[in-house]
Structure formats: structure tokens, C-alpha cells
């Protein structure tokens, strides 16, 4: 296949899925509902919006991975595909808002095509917005495109009374929550890690002593997170339950991996590399758990305006209602989208989140999945809406500004020491190098490893101006709707 034959590979096998989404929801869909085009219409808008999902959400979780040299980028896409479709299939639950996350109060319940149009419109913008951003390799959260949608069609069909503005400052106020305390868990961590094994003279035998802690404690909080936030649509426990879940986990998993690092230890050498690679099975199971919770959640963002317009298309059904159950082809069409836009678009993304913000190995990338359920947990305990996009990011961006700061703390202590001192006992990383050899290598380090600011600037403003952006395409959108079938 030549190099223009892959151009245009991905956007025509993304058109032939449209086309089966068409043909799939003419079949299924009933001849005698009112509205039945627009039910067929708003099916396609959402496979287009489970596509775009697949190729910029997904690789939040995949991407440090990828980035780590834990997984190949085949076997990260066959894992998320997978996690993805499960995730949806099995946990997505039957029941989703009809007006997400509570952003506007219901309008009148008697004008159902305007509602409809008002979701279709929604829909379209976010898929639309989270397509652009794709292009231009942002990351952005799916689940702010889809309130932006909601809000921009939401206040041009009835109006800013129609807003919950209390709903909106905490949206808003995610923004810097979820990306700062993701990036200090994260940095944190790899400070722990850091000073507990890979600076310590003997790294192997620091290894066999703490590697089995940092396993117990990621397999706890994801047993944690997978209980409350993973299975939430279909399993409801209390908090002690999900505290119980997550003690025995931990003692389950340190038991476990005592024998299987001390066994893995014999066989590596004192050098960093080797020692990173200890936490690449727990790395591939976080990545995986993060992709089933990802598909279970954020399925929703696909086919929730999906599923309430089939509730109020439907006879007996009709009316706005505060949630409707989704049925079971409109959830196949979401967790198939969400597979096929990964597989389809994925890579470009997953290599701009893995590489190109900053480096990352497997140490960091266990750091980073880590302050992803630990940060999910500690806003679901206090009721912060947090966005998973925002956590991941934030978390490269810390492990990466941690180890900025290392570098220029070695360059600093390199011109103090001068190149006649001898080196000091405790200097970290660098146990085999004279000063000068050091301060050669901090600074082409420095050079090689800074937080791309190219990156980190095109992204926080992705963030930004998302909701205002989806909102006024949505706004544009329902009224070019009302033009064309009112």
C-alpha cells in the first residue's frame, strides 16, 4: 500500500462504518415511531461522536504506556479496543441523563422535535470540536465537549434562564483541579520511587524491598477505583465495601509480588532500565482498567443525547425525562464507534501524549496511571467533577516538571562542586561519573527531556476555550436545524 493509498485508508473505513450505522439503525429502529429519521440521523451523529471519543480519549490511558516502552502500539490498541468495548458492553449500565451532568433544566416537554433538535445539535458540535482538536493533536475532554454542546444549544433554544450556573462553576473550576492535583500525585509518586530505589547505589536490592509496595498500592486504589467509578452503573457499594475491596487487594497484591520481584530481581542488573521494568505488568493492567472504565463511563458521552432522543421518539415513551434507559443497539453503536475510532485515529494521538510532551519510561507512566484513580477518588470524595483527560495530562506535565527541576538542581550543584571537588557521597544517578561528566550530561539531558512548551501551551488552551467553543457551534448548529425543519 503506498503512502497515499494509508492516506485515505482511515477516513474511508471511518465512512463505511457511517454507512453500516445507517443501514444498522434503519433496521432496528421501528416504522411507526413519529420522529424516525431523526432517530436514524442522531444514530449517525453519535457513531461519528463514539469515533472521535476513540481517537482522542482513549489515549489518555494507552499513551504512557505506549510512551514507557511497556507496550507496542499494536498491542496498546488491541488492550484498549478490547477494555473499551467491555467496558461499555458489560458496565455502561442502562441508564444516562438525558441533559448531562445537569447543565440545563429540562425545556418544555411538549415541543419533542425541538428537543431533539437540540440534542442532535448538541451531539454534532462536541463530535465535530473533539475531530478539530484531534487534528491538531490536543487532547480534550470529551465529557466538556458534550456539556459545551448541551449549554451552547441549551441557551439558544430557551435562553441563559434555562443554564445551571452552580453546575457550571464546578465544571469550571475542574479545570485547574484536575490537572494540578493529577500532576502533584503523579510527581510525588515519582519522587518516592525516585529516592526509595532508582537513586539509592544498589537499586536492585532497594527494588526487591519497595517494587512489591508501589504493585500493592496500585492494585488497592485501582480495586477502589474500578468499584466505585468502573462498575458504578451496575454495582453500588457503600463506603465501607469499597474500602474493604481496596485493603484486601493491597495485602493480596504484596503478598504476591514479594516471590515474583525477588525471582524478576535475580535476573537484572544495577542499571536504571532494567530496574524501570519491574512495573511493566502492573503498568499493562492499569492501562486496561482504565480503558474498561473509560468505555464504561464515557460511552455516555456518545449515545446519552442518543438515547433520549429514542426515549422521546418513541410512542409511549415521550416527553423529556430526567433519565431514560439506553437501549441495547444504541450502546453497540457507541462501543463500537469507540473501538473503531481508536484502532482507525488513535496512534497519532497516543504517540503525542506517550513522546512528544515529554519523555516518559515506565516508572513515570506507572506514576501517571497511578495519579489517575488516585485523583478520581480523592475528587469523588469530596463531589469535585473531575475530568480524566485533564488528570492524565496533568500528571505527564508533573512528572515532567519534577524532573526538570532535578536536572537544573544537578546542573546547579555541578558549578558549586567545580570540576576539582571531589564528588559528593549521595549524588543521585550519577555514581559512576566524575563532575564534569555529570554537568555534561544533566545539560544534554535538559536539552532532550524539558516539558515541550509547544505542547503544554497548545493543550491548556484546548482546555480552555472547549465548553465556549462547543457551545457556540452548537448554538449555530440548532439553528441552521430549525431553518432547515421547522
Same mark, same amino acid.
Given at each position: 500500500m503506498d503512502a497515499r493509498a494509508r492516506k485515505f485508508a482511515a477516513p474511508g473505513l471511518a465512512l463505511l462504518f457511517l454507512v453500516a450505522v445507517v443501514l444498522f439503525a434503519n433496521a432496528v429502529v421501528q416504522d411507526d415511531i413519529p420522529l424516525r429519521f431523526f432517530v436514524i440521523a442522531a444514530g449517525v451523529i453519535g457513531g461519528y461522536m463514539a469515533l472521535n471519543i476513540g481517537a482522542n480519549d482513549v489515549a489518555n490511558n494507552m499513551g504512557p504506556a505506549v510512551g514507557g516502552r511497556a507496550l507496542?502500539?499494536?498491542?496498546? $490498541?488491541i488492550i484498549a479496543a478490547i477494555c473499551e468495548a467491555a467496558g461499555a458492553v458489560l458496565a455502561g449500565g442502562d441508564v444516562v441523563s438525558t441533559i448531562s451532568k445537569g447543565i440545563i433544566a429540562p425545556p418544555n416537554a411538549d415541543n419533542t422535535l425541538d428537543f431533539v433538535l437540540m440534542m442532535m445539535a448538541a451531539l454534532l458540535s462536541a463530535a465535530m470540536w473533539i475531530h478539530l482538536a484531534t487534528f491538531f493533536n490536543a487532547p480534550v475532554s470529551t465529557t466538556h465537549s458534550i456539556v459545551g454542546g448541551v449549554l451552547g444549544a441549551g441557551v439558544t433554544a430557551a435562553g441563559f434562564q434555562i443554564v445551571n450556573w452552580g453546575t457550571m462553576s464546578a465544571i469550571a473550576a475542574s479545570w485547574v483541579v484536575s490537572p494540578v492535583l493529577g500532576g502533584l500525585i503523579a510527581a510525588g509518586m515519582l519522587g518516592l520511587i525516585k529516592w526509595t530505589v532508582l537513586f539509592r547505589e544498589d537499586r536492585v536490592e532497594a527494588a526487591r524491598r519497595w517494587v512489591?509496595?508501589?504493585? *500493592?498500592?496500585?492494585?488497592?486504589?485501582?480495586?477502589?477505583?474500578? *468499584? +466505585?467509578?468502573?462498575?458504578?452503573? =451496575?454495582? &453500588?457499594?457503600?463506603?465501607?465495601?469499597?474500602? *474493604?475491596?481496596?485493603a484486601a487487594s493491597f495485602f493480596a497484591a504484596w503478598a504476591i509480588s514479594i516471590p515474583w520481584i525477588r525471582m524478576r530481581a535475580r535476573q537484572i542488573e544495577?542499571?536504571?532500565? +532494567?530496574?524501570?521494568?519491574?512495573?511493566?505488568?502492573?503498568? =499493562?493492567?492499569?492501562?486496561?482498567?482504565?480503558?474498561?472504565? &473509560?468505555?464504561?463511563?464515557?460511552?455516555?458521552? *456518545?449515545?446519552?443525547?442518543?438515547?433520549?432522543?429514542?426515549?422521546?421518539?418513541?410512542?409511549? $415513551?415521550?416527553?423529556? +425525562?430526567?433519565?431514560?434507559?439506553?437501549?441495547?443497539?444504541?450502546?453497540?453503536?457507541?462501543?463500537?464507534?469507540?473501538?473503531?475510532?481508536?484502532?482507525?485515529?488513535?496512534?497519532?494521538?497516543? +504517540?503525542?501524549?506517550?513522546?512528544?510532551?515529554?519523555?516518559?519510561?515506565?516508572?513515570?507512566?506507572?506514576?501517571?496511571?497511578?495519579?489517575a484513580g488516585t485523583t478520581v477518588l480523592i475528587a469523588s470524595a469530596f463531589g469535585l467533577p473531575v475530568s480524566s483527560t485533564h488528570i492524565a495530562i496533568g500528571g505527564i506535565f508533573g512528572v515532567g516538571f519534577l524532573r526538570e527541576f532535578l536536572i537544573n538542581r544537578d546542573i546547579k550543584r555541578s558549578t558549586v562542586i567545580g570540576s576539582k571537588e571531589p564528588k559528593p557521597a549521595n549524588w543521585p544517578g550519577k555514581l559512576n561519573k566524575t563532575p564534569e561528566q555529570a554537568l555534561k550530561r544533566a545539560r544534554k539531558r535538559e536539552k532532550r527531556r524539558l516539558v515541550r512548551r509547544r505542547h503544554m501551551y497548545g493543550i491548556a488552551a484546548a482546555w480552555v476555550i472547549t465548553v465556549p467553543a462547543a457551545g457556540l457551534l452548537a448554538g449555530g448548529i440548532y439553528l441552521c436545524f430549525r431553518l432547515v425543519f421547522e
Open positions: 507496542t502500539m499494536t498491542a496498546a $490498541l512489591p509496595f508501589f504493585i *500493592a498500592i496500585m492494585v488497592g486504589v485501582f480495586a477502589a477505583y474500578m *468499584a +466505585q467509578k468502573g462498575f458504578k452503573r =451496575i454495582w &453500588h457499594p457503600s463506603g465501607a465495601t469499597i474500602a *474493604a475491596v481496596s544495577n542499571k536504571r532500565k +532494567q530496574v524501570t521494568s519491574l512495573f511493566d505488568l502492573p503498568l =499493562i493492567l492499569s492501562a486496561g482498567l482504565l480503558s474498561f472504565a &473509560h468505555g464504561a463511563n464515557d460511552v455516555a458521552n *456518545a449515545v446519552g443525547p442518543l438515547a433520549a432522543i429514542v426515549s422521546v421518539a418513541t410512542p409511549g $415513551l415521550g416527553g423529556v +425525562q430526567t433519565e431514560v434507559g439506553i437501549p441495547f443497539w444504541v450502546l453497540l453503536i457507541g462501543s463500537t464507534g469507540i473501538a473503531a475510532g481508536l484502532a482507525l485515529f488513535g496512534p497519532r494521538l497516543i +504517540q503525542t501524549v506517550g513522546k512528544k510532551i515529554t519523555r516518559m519510561d515506565m516508572v513515570r507512566a506507572y506514576c501517571v496511571a497511578l495519579a
